[in-house]
């Protein structure tokens, strides 16, 4: 399972880059349209009008040590 790094969006229609920093940091944007929420324990994502809305930013570690199924 990969690990949250960063938990952020951006909304369209305000510009507002909106991070969630720790778990259940709700951050809304601005105009209010859309949320982030989770911070590094889960991704959650909340819309007003359509998920279109939004341009994800979110980063995830690489686990280079994942083992192959054995
Ligand atoms: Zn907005």
Known sequence: ???IK????????????IESRYTHDFVMCKCKSCFVDGGH???????????????E???YYEDEK?????
């Open 66 to 70: 994942e083992k192959p199924e054995k």
């Open 6 to 17: 960063r938990n952020a969006a951006q909304c369209r229609l305000c510009g507002d880059i």
């Open 41 to 55: 324990e889960y991704l959650r994502r909340g819309f007003a009008h359509s998920p279109d809305d939004m341009i």
């Open 57 to 59: 930013l979110s980063e």
């Open 1 to 3: 399972m990969r690990k």
